[in-house]
Nanobody
Framework: MQLVESGGGSVQAGGSLRLSCVVS????????LGWFRQAPGKGREGIAS???????MYADSVKGRFTSSKDIANHTLYLQMNSLKPEDTAMYYC??????????????????WGQGTQVTVSS
């Protein structure tokens, strides 16, 4: 399985970005899909997950600002990021695996990862 992220960039605080993650596996909709980020000098942080039924979970740090969704027909996972803050600056990754329960809180359980896309938020 291959995952390819895109959509990162530089934005001012308060702005929005939408990240995309194209998944090569045609059965990807059955997987637990997660979004993670890693800021310089920090560990990888799980921020969102979406299960095979489309149910989502979010970390408190992004809840109410970020929304994860998936387009099954186009094999694409999305992360809509609104009201961005400088502390959201990080490399963002999508990941997938068969997990139950599906939860972003254990990044080490995900075996399939994208290459990452950089998000930079300036104040």
């Amino acid at each position: 399985m291959q995952l390819v992220e895109s959509g990162g960039g530089s934005v001012q605080a308060g702005g929005s970005l939408r990240l995309s993650c194209v998944v090569s596996e045609y059965t990807y909709s059955r997987y637990c899909l997660g979004w993670f980020r890693q800021a310089p000098g920090k560990g990888r942080e799980g921020i969102a997950s979406i299960d095979s039924d489309g149910r989502t979970m979010y970390a408190d740090s992004v809840k109410g600002r970020f929304t994860s969704s998936k387009d099954i027909a186009n094999h694409t996972l999305y992360l809509q990021m609104n009201s961005l803050k400088p502390e959201d600056t990080a490399m963002y990754y999508c990941a997938a695996d068969y997990l139950s329960p599906c939860w972003y809180g254990r990044p080490y359980e995900f075996n399939y990862w994208g290459q990452g896309t950089q998000v930079t938020v300036s104040s």
